[in-house]
């Protein structure tokens, strides 16, 4: 393992491009393996044993790969893989959460009212049980899945506008938007959707992912390590999909430019 190997990071499917995309803008001298198994996407859908299968078969291949790290860009993996990831492999494994602190900080001490979307499994798991525990006796927390999140940007729908609106809508219609004053995007699938939410709900309410946060904890443990690329050259994003299918690699490519 060479400080010059690349940053392996993954995700059920094109979500995780998000993520890349900030590692590689605060770390533009690495090199980026990004893997994203949509061949078996969405991962909110299955159960824990499946999702910790699919993560391990992906982080087997990272690691035969090279990488010097693996990202598990997906909020569902991570809760779902990454300790036993951690308790596997050699490497750093940096995972995801949905970045409900940060929204809750966002208050300064005063009690917030945050809507969690996700997937179905990252809310029903243990970790983020244990990390709502931490802000529910304070703050006002409802958990919202939006699987079909996922399955609009999968299919190539993403651009279809009165679709994605017409979900947003199904999805938080039934919220007094008034009282609400963050969203968090617990999905990476998710922050694509940023302008979309912008557009619909009221400006007074935050829209919060955890994509910076993850660049910057991936940089210290990096920093910490002396593993960062030792050589001034411009690091390159590597994109591979677990599908076959032209339009998923054409999709990928999109959304590393969008």
């Known amino acids: 393992m060479t400080n010059n190997a690349p940053i392996g990071i993954f995700d059920s499917g094109l979500g995780g491009i998000s993520v890349a995309k900030e590692i590689h803008a605060l770390m533009p001298d690495e090199d980026i393996l990004f893997y994203g198994d949509s061949a078996h996407a969405p991962y909110g859908v299955r159960s824990t044993d499946n999702v910790q299968e699919l993560s391990m078969n992906v982080a087997d291949y990272l690691i035969n790969r090279g990488a010097k790290a693996i990202v598990i860009a997906c909020n569902t993996a991570t809760s779902a893989a990454a300790e036993l990831m951690r308790s596997t492999y050699d490497i750093p494994i940096i995972g995801m959460e949905p970045a409900l602190k940060l929204a809750c900080d966002l208050g300064h001490g005063k009690p917030q009212h945050v809507i969690v979307t996700a997937t179905e499994l990252t809310l029903r798991e243990k970790k983020f049980a244990a990390l709502m525990e931490r802000f529910s006796s304070t703050h006002t927390i409802d958990k919202q899945p939006c699987p079909a999140l996922v399955d609009i940007i999968e299919s190539g729908q993403f651009h279809n506008a009165q679709l994605v609106n017409s979900t947003l809508h199904n999805y938080l219609d039934n919220y007094d938007m008034s009282s609400v004053n963050s969203i968090v995007l617990g999905c990476t699938h998710f922050t694509y959707y940023r302008d979309y939410f912008q557009a619909l709900l009221p400006s007074h309410v935050r829209i919060v992912d955890g994509n910076e946060g993850t660049a910057r904890h991936l940089l210290d443990v990096l ?31 999109e959304f590393l430019y969008l």
């Open 223 to 253: 920093t910490n390590n002396d593993a960062l690329h030792d050589s001034d050259h411009e690091g390159e994003v590597h994109l591979e999909n677990s599908s076959d299918s032209v339009r998923m690699m054409t999709l990928s490519k």
